[in-house]
C-alpha cells in the first residue's frame, strides 16, 4: 500500500521552500498554482521570471522537500516558466509590424462572434489591406473551422509561430494546435500566457489590421489583452433578446473602464426572412439599436439569422467568400469599411 499525503501536508511543507534568492517562500509567493494527489503527485508551479534556472532550481527544492513526506507515491513537479508581467503602469505595449488592433467582443456566447470576426477579417482583405485573425477563444476555438485550416503551424528557429494564410488572411488559434476533439485543458495562468503567446509569440508581419475573436464575457484573457494590447477599439457583437443584451453591457463597462474605444455594436441573428419573403424576429428587435444609443456608440446594424451564415462557415468559406454579392456579405463590407476607415 503506497502511502498517500493529503494536500495539506504537501502545502505545509512547501511553505518551508524558499524561492531561490529570496527568504520568502514558495507559498507565500504565490507560486504554487496546483497539487493533484492521484497515482501521483503532481505539483504545478508558475514563475515569472526571465531566468531559466530558477525553474530548475525550484524543481530540485520542491522533489528534495518532498522525500521528507518519506512518501513511496511518485511525485512529478511542472514548472511553467512565465515572463515576468508588466506592471500595469507600463501600460499596453504595440505588437511590432501591426498598425491597428480590433476587438470583437460579446458578452454571451453563441451570438456570432466568431462569424462576424471571420467575415470581417476576410471583407478587410478584399478591400487591400493586410489582416490577421488571432482567435483568443481558447476554449472554444473556431477560427481555424470557419476558415477551413487545419494544419499546424510552424515555428522558426526562434520558436516563434508562423501563422496559416486563408482567404487572404493570416491566422492563428487553438484550433490549429489541439488534436481533433480534444479539448485545452488550461489553467488560469495559463491562459493568460497563451494569450500572449498568440499575440506577441506569432510572426503577424506587417499588418493593417489584427481581429482579435475573443471569448464571450470578461475573463482573464479579455483583462489580459485590455492590459496589455493597445486596442484601437472593440466591436460588440449582440442578439437582440434582453439576456444577451445584459451581458453585452458587461462587455461595453469593461472597455470603458479601460478607455477601449466601442467601435459599435453589430446586432446578429435580428430576424428569420423565411422564403415565403416573410420577416420572423426570433430574439426580439430593436434591442442592438436601443443599446448603442444607449452607451452613446455606434448601431452597426442587424444581421438576419440566415442559413447560408452557417452553411459557409461550417464549410471552412466565409460567407464573404463564398457569396460576396449576398445581402449579408454586403454589410460586413459595409461594416468593414467603416473600421478600415478609423486608421
Ligand atoms: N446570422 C447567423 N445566421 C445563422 N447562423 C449563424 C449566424 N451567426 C452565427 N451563426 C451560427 O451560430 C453559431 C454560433 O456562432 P459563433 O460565431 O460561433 O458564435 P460565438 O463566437 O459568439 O460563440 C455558429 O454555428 C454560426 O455558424
Ligand atoms: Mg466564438
Redesign the pocket.
Known sequence: MKSQPTEQQIRDLLSKVPYPGFSRDIISFGVVRGITIDSEISIQLVVATNDTAVATQLRERVLQAMTSLGSDVPVKVQVDVQAPVQNASQGPVPIPGVRQIIAVA?GK????????SVNLAVALAAQGLKVGLCDC?LY?P?VALMCGVSERPYADEEGRIIPPERHGIKIMSMGLLLDGDSPALLRGPMVTRYTQQFLRNVLWGDLDVLLLDLP?GTGDIQLTIVQTIPLAGAVI?TTPQEVALIDARKAASMFQKTNVPILGILE??ACFIAPDGSIHEIFGSGGGEKEAVRLGVPFLGS?????A??IA??SGTPLVVSSPQSPTSEHFTKVATSLASLG
Request: no cysteine; proline share 12%; glycine share 16%.
Open positions: 460579446s456566447g453563441g451570438v456570432g462572434k466568431s462569424t462576424v477563444d472554444g473556431s464571450p457583437v446578429n441573428m444581421l438576419p439569422l440566415d442559413p451564415i452557417r462557415s461550417d
